[in-house]
């Protein structure tokens, strides 16, 4: 019987997608142990914004989050978004910050490693890859991702020469990363029969979004093209701008006879757990109906779920949700000047908040943002298609051009530890808290500092007996 298996992903990019990823730990710790006997080809529970999200908005440890998922799910394979040379930042890191990293996140419970670069740079992916290969342990999966998009540049034979170029390099299997559900069923048909003809027997996997409506069709023509895994969530937490639902998929495999490995009674069980958690936050707004909501229109302005609850919820901090649609519009003529960039992280940032500023400004780049700057520079690596020229002299000068190596060979500082511990002080209890600061500094920071605080302001009192 054919196989294809699933990756769960309400831990990670469901919530993300939908809710601009505010789930904390506490609010999924005691489903853990169910989910751990469904039988999920994967659990993605890490990386991406959630560092960021754990440290800036929910008070908490990402590394210990990341240690207690492991400790409640020991027999489940746990996968994480890694950004290449950004790790889980919004820059680019010296080679031996990026390799700690990974040595860190083994060592913590990561077993697969879903590594991309935003821009399909694969120079800028290939130090994450020799690091997981170097830290591995028997479970440990190196899976490479190529960022999907549709423009001029992205051709059915391009990708397949980019999955060609990734198993040539050794990863274990290949991701195709949908991020804005743009993929029609029959460029998926195409897609998937030439990566498998290039590729042979490397496990290839579907990550998508149900942002355009087109997820379910799309899903439903890779598994007929060979696609071995596909990622899904929970019902309760999928669609909208999220992926396909898990049980809605287990069923639909079953009719084909393909078999999914899933437990029918836990992922029942494990939706029924999470449903009164995704009404919690529809109700208090953080989930909003736009989030929710099919719209065919990203099928033009190509925005990814997790982009598109970062501007609804940014507009909405800012008291301007009347510039949505204006710069929902604004974004392909971003994306152009910039050369046609997939729009995920931290590309779907950048160009997302270029646009913000150019509707708010009432004029095209009267204020360029430094991550705007610096990838023309050439610090987030080369672009797919030519940028604008008039932008580009605005940005480096008549004549200016960017840099044509890897950043990490134009700079190579490695002091990144060093000022880190020395900014710390006493407040670092762990490699992995120097991590923290080194990517998120200010965040750390101040977690660190309250985590000091609440323990000082502990009181000890021994009651003896008269």
Request: aromatic share 12%; hydrophobic share 30%.
């Given at each position: 019987m054919k196989k294809v298996q699933i990756t769960e992903t309400v831990l990670r990019d469901a919530n993300q997608s939908l809710m601009a990823t505010r789930l904390p730990y506490s609010d999924f710790a005691e489903i853990l142990p169910e989910m751990n006997k469904a039988g999920y080809y994967s659990v993605e529970c890490w990386g991406g914004a959630t560092f960021d999200s754990c440290l800036r908005y929910l008070g908490e440890d990402p590394w210990q989050r990341l240690r207690d998922i492991r400790k409640a799910m020991p027999d489940t394979k746990l996968q994480m978004l890694l950004r290449g040379q950004n790790l889980l930042g919004y820059k680019h890191y010296h080679d031996d910050v990026v390799e700690k990293f990974v040595e860190l996140s083994i060592k913590n419970g990561i077993d697969i490693l879903r590594i991309f670069d935003a821009l399909n740079d694969f120079r800028n992916i290939a130090t994450a890859l020799e690091a997981t290969k170097k830290y591995a342990t028997k479970n440990t999966v190196a899976s490479g991702c190529i960022s999907?998009?549709?423009?001029?540049?992205?051709?059915?034979?391009?990708?397949?020469e980019m999955c060609k170029e990734l198993k040539n390099m050794g990863f274990d299997t290949i991701c195709l990363k949908d991020m804005a559900g743009t993929m029609s069923p029959y460029e998926a048909e195409h897609l998937i029969k030439g990566i498998k003809d290039a590729v042979g027997d490397v496990p290839l996997i579907l990550h998508t979004h149900c942002t355009t409506g087109m997820a379910y069709m799309t899903v439903t023509k890779a598994i007929e093209s060979g696609i071995d895994v596909i990622d899904c969530a929970t019902s309760c937490f999928s669609n909208g701008t999220s992926q396909p639902s898990t049980e809605t998929m287990f069923y639909a495999l079953g009719q084909y006879g393909i078999e999914t490995g899933l437990n029918e009674d836990v992922i029942n069980k494990v939706n029924d757990y999470f449903k009164p958690i995704k009404q919690k936050y529809v109700d208090s707004g953080r989930i909003s109906a736009k989030s929710m909501a099919t719209d065919a229109q990203a099928l033009v302005y190509k925005v990814p779920g997790g982009m598109l609850s970062n501007m609804i919820a940014n507009l909405t901090d800012?008291?301007?949700?009347?510039?949505?649609?204006a710069a929902l519009k604004e974004i392909p003529e971003v994306r152009k000047d910039l050369g046609y960039p997939p729009l995920v992280t931290p590309l779907s940032q950048m160009v997302g908040n270029q646009a913000v500023t150019n509707v708010?400004?009432?004029?095209?780049?009267?204020?360029v943002s430094k991550e705007v700057q610096n990838y023309f520079r050439g610090q987030y690596g080369i672009a797919p298609a030519p940028v604008s020229e008039s932008l580009q002299a605005k940005i480096l000068g008549e004549g200016g051009k960017p840099v044509d190596c890897r950043i990490e060979d134009a700079k190579r500082t490695g002091e990144d530890f060093k000022k880190a511990k020395e900014a710390l002080g006493d407040l670092?209890?762990?490699?992995?808290d120097v991590m923290s600061y080194i990517c998120y500094p200010d965040q750390a920071m101040k977690f660190f500092e309250d985590r000091k605080a609440k323990e000082e302001n502990i009181c000890t009192y021994v009651i003896e007996e008269a």
């Open positions: 999907y998009t549709q423009s001029p540049v992205h051709t059915v034979e391009k990708y397949v800012m008291k301007a949700m009347d510039k949505f649609d708010l400004m009432g004029e095209r780049y009267k204020i670092a209890r762990s490699e992995e």
